[in-house]
């Protein structure tokens, strides 16, 4: 089936400092890829969708100079968080959007857990 | 706007029997998708089972199967046979078009040896 790969999965890093966490579509081109924050014990939270070869379009309450989102090709996504605090810290996870070959199906990434100390 | 709702927090079986999770969800479209996933500890977002909103059978996946009301924008998902791997956090989810998906607040389910 169609894989989906974010990396890292897990990471650390210093307050203050940027952050970027990238999310693969491996067999199949993605024009649109979502990404999600879930904290602890939570749902997942829509916080953008990434169009590939455009500007991504944020939720509402979502800081888009803090989450900086690059789609600049079919395969590859990435989520910046930068000047990371605390706050920041959460599970993020990816989701793309097959729309050849797979039925216009969403696969999801595995995840990265970012931790801001 | 769309929204899911999953009113069961938190929900427990006995292994080998039924469960049933609740879901309900609000649209003015006619034309969607609802889907089941399954969450594990590890986070990974394992699609269980889905349902689209023109088809009037139920979906069903070996051990899972769905109830679909449409006119009462339901959609509840059963678990039979329950076994000690079915225990994760089970999110509702609903999607039309391109568009994204939108999750319920998610069930705990619980399965007791």
């Known amino acids: 089936g169609a894989v989906v790969s974010q990396h890292p999965s897990r990471v650390i890093c210093k307050s203050g400092t940027s952050v970027k966490i990238e999310c693969r579509s491996l067999?199949?081109?993605?024009?649109?890829m979502f990404w999600y924050r879930q904290f602890p014990k939570q749902s997942l939270m829509l916080m953008a969708t990434?169009?590939?070869?455009?500007?991504?379009?944020?939720e509402q309450g979502v800081e888009k100079d803090k989450f900086l989102i690059n789609h600049a090709s079919l395969t590859l996504s990435t989520l910046t968080v930068t000047s990371a605090h605390p706050e920041d810290s959460s599970f993020y996870i990816c989701?793309?959007?097959?729309?050849?070959?797979?039925?216009?199906?969403?696969?999801f990434g595995e995840g990265s857990w970012l931790t801001v100390v | 706007a769309q929204t899911v709702t999953q009113s069961q927090p938190e929900m427990s079986v006995q292994e080998a029997e039924t469960v049933t999770l609740s879901c309900t969800y609000d649209?003015?479209?006619?034309?969607?998708?609802l889907f089941w996933y399954k969450q594990p500890p590890s986070r990974q977002m394992i699609l269980v089972i889905r349902?689209?909103?023109?088809?009037?059978q139920n979906a069903t996946e070996n051990r899972f199967s769905v109830n679909f009301q449409k006119a009462a924008k339901s959609f509840s998902l059963k678990i039979s046979d329950s076994q000690l791997g079915d225990a994760a956090m089970y999110f509702c989810?609903?999607?039309?078009?391109?568009?994204?998906?939108?999750f319920g607040a998610g069930t705990r389910l619980t399965v007791k040896p």
């Open positions: 989810a609903y999607r039309s078009g391109a568009n994204d998906m939108r």
């Open positions: 349902q689209e909103a023109y088809k009037q």
């Open positions: 649209t003015s479209e006619s034309d969607y998708y």
């Open positions: 990434s169009n590939e070869g455009s500007k991504a379009t944020y």
């Open positions: 989701s793309a959007r097959a729309e050849q070959g797979v039925g216009n199906t969403i696969y």
């Open positions: 067999d199949f081109q993605a024009t649109t």
